[in-house]
């Protein structure tokens, strides 16, 4: 039996992050049941997620269960996503400041939970438990960025950086976030990273990346390869033929509806490259295998910053069917 090199890819979507957190928390413990001993992340040999994907792959790379993870969105949505009008603060005669959200309590409650999951030291990607792809993009040079553990001898900088750093720097979505700006300095070196935001702008769907990386850095032939994608809802973004132009509101603020439509393409695209790319490589020789676990929201989609309890409650409701439907596919997908 072939011993495949699996990944993991979790796309971005702010809280529909609690999606793909609930479908891994059923996929979890059916897994406990059979090797009750083995944690999530090691099932994959490689994790990549963006944005809110980067949160949960850092964190199932440090040995969070997902069980906790659902929690972490449940319990503090609010308090990343409070009430847009919250925001609306009177300075030098301007109603709204450069994002609508800070990004501090955010920051906060990453680097407790990682903090928590690393006996009470700050975790650095040097001390997650299997190999990491986060995508970022660095504002400073107006360069993509892969922050990754140091699973080839080329990468010399990223291990070092603090896990929550690096997880902030993707989720820093424009309009949302502010540009995510930090040093550091710990046993291995220091430095600043300026100006990083979503990786989402070029990599909402990291799962092209991971492939790349296993092909180019990591010596594995496209036989080898599994790659389980989990979305966070795909919704229809319809401009209807009676549409008139909106002002520059409508599209940015309260609810940034040109970066959702961005994302949710960019999302839409790398999956049509990867079944692309699956199908010429099968007719030579044999591809890799990938499985795509995706909601259609259809017109009826959830903001990505939304926080009420209504929403919360459909969001895990989806995972959960996403799981009910989806789960003895995935786990026979993760056979060897």
């Not at 994907?53 to 790379?61: C, E, P, Y």
């Not at 309260?254 to 839409?268: F, G, N, V, Y």
């Not at 895990?316 to 989806?326: D, F, Q, R, S, T």
Request: glycine share 6%; aromatic share 10%.
């Amino acid at each position: 039996m072939k011993n495949y090199f699996k990944i993991l890819s979790i796309d971005g979507g702010g809280i529909r992050g609690l999606i793909p957190a609930k479908v891994l928390a059923e996929l979890e413990e059916e897994l406990k049941k059979k090797n009750p001993d083995k944690k999530l992340y090691e099932h994959f040999d490689l994790i990549c997620g963006t944005s809110t994907g980067s949160i949960l792959a850092i964190a199932i790379a440090l040995g969070i269960p997902s069980t906790e993870l659902v929690r972490f969105y449940n319990e503090y949505a609010v308090e990343i996503f409070p009430k847009w009008y919250l925001k609306i603060v009177p300075r030098s005669g301007r109603a709204i400041i450069t994002s609508i959200y800070s990004n501090k309590k955010l920051r906060k409650r990453l680097e407790e939970a990682y903090k928590a999951a690393n006996g009470g030291e700050v975790p650095l990607l040097n001390d997650l438990k299997t190999n990491i792809c986060i995508p970022t993009f660095n504002g400073n040079t107006g360069e993509i960025n892969i922050l990754k553990t140091k699973h080839h001898d080329d990468y010399f900088r990223d291990y070092k950086i603090p896990a929550h750093e690096a997880a902030l720097s993707s989720s820093s979505a424009p309009i949302y976030f502010p540009p995510h700006t930090f040093s550091y300095s710990n046993e291995f070196g220091k430095g600043t990273n300026v100006n990083m935001i979503d990786g989402g702008i070029f990599a909402n769907n990291p799962a092209l990346i991971g492939v790349l990386e296993a092909t180019e850095k990591m010596n594995k032939d496209f036989s080898e390869i599994k790659v389980l994608s989990l979305g966070t809802g795909k919704g229809k973004h319809i401009i209807k033929k009676s549409w008139k132009e909106k002002d520059m509101w409508y599209w940015l603020f309260p609810k940034p509806r040109l970066l959702d439509i961005i994302l949710d393409s960019q999302a839409q695209i790398t999956e049509q490259y990867l079944l692309f790319l699956e199908r010429v490589i099968a007719k030579d020789k044999e591809g890799f295998k990938y499985l795509r676990i995706q909601h259609e929201f259809g017109s009826d989609t959830i903001d990505l910053n939304a926080s009420s309890k209504k929403d919360l409650q459909r969001l895990e409701a989806v995972g959960e069917e996403l799981a009910k439907k989806n789960l003895k596919e995935i786990i026979n997908f993760l056979k060897d």
